[in-house]
């Protein structure tokens, strides 16, 4: 590892500290990279003061250039953008601070603070840029850092607002960069529900992201689910969330773990089954 590598992580040494946990949350945004220029690292991890580690951004080849972070007020317990501000910095960074300047901002439709400052390390001067903002009681922290010479965008510049699901869908939409997918499986389903029972009539695949393993295993916009591990799909009520019975399946599932689906496609007589993965998004032949 090069010393400047050495230098970015001495920045965050309270993120080596906290202990690995299962990804739990949604992120409330999207990665919009159609160059493959990011990578996000599939992990969540506890750290001092409820703050949880939840996306890690970097380049393809180096370290990580943005981690967001995440925090949820106590009931009772009302906190500023400035509080929680010095929160992360002074729980996450290590290094003295210099330069700070504060600002009020809008990124991902929510007007949030933006916080400029630089830490220096080994004698170099690494610029962090933190933009803060609330969603009721949920706090969400993006810290840029920038190492001397760096010429590439930033990557909070392809960050889009993740879009809710529709009344009546659920939409799994996975990270669109080459690396592994933080939550769930890399597809994207609508459900269809019967209005008679609530149970869901259909379960039909809108998008598989190119280059990824559901679209190796031969997956195609179109296909129809027809059971989820065995269980026959009209079984499972309509209701989207967590807690149903068909959230369980899909949602928030830990990375590693394993979904037999089984499909037809559009003019096919003949289902198949596919084994999906949770975690493991993007495809290459060339890892083994």
Known sequence: ????????????????????????????????????????????RELNQGIRLVGRIAPQNGPARLLVFNYTAPLGVPRTLAEFADLIRGEIIVLPISHLTTNTEKHLDHEGLTQNFECVSEGASIRCSLFIYADDRDFWAFLEVTPPNTTTASPFLALRKAKPAPAGAVALQPFRVHEDAITSFPISLRVTRNPQNDSVAH????????????????????????????RAITTFKGMIS?????????????????????????GETQPRRVILVAGQSWYNPRRE
């Open 203 to 230: 379960l039909v695949v809108t998008e598989v992201p190119p280059n990824s393993s559901t679209e190796y295993a031969g997956v195609k916009e179109g296909d129809e689910i027809l059971s989820l591990d065995d």
């Open 1 to 44: 590892m090069s010393s400047l590598r050495l230098s970015l992580w001495g920045i965050f040494l309270a993120l080596l500290q906290g202990p690995l946990v299962a990804q739990t949350t949604l992120l409330p945004f999207t990665i919009d990279d159609p160059k493959g220029l990011w990578r996000l690292a599939p992990s969540e």
């Open 242 to 266: 967590r807690q149903s019975e068909l959230g369980k399946l899909l949602i928030d599932r830990r990375p590693g773990a394993m979904l037999e689906i089984e499909i037809i496609s559009r």
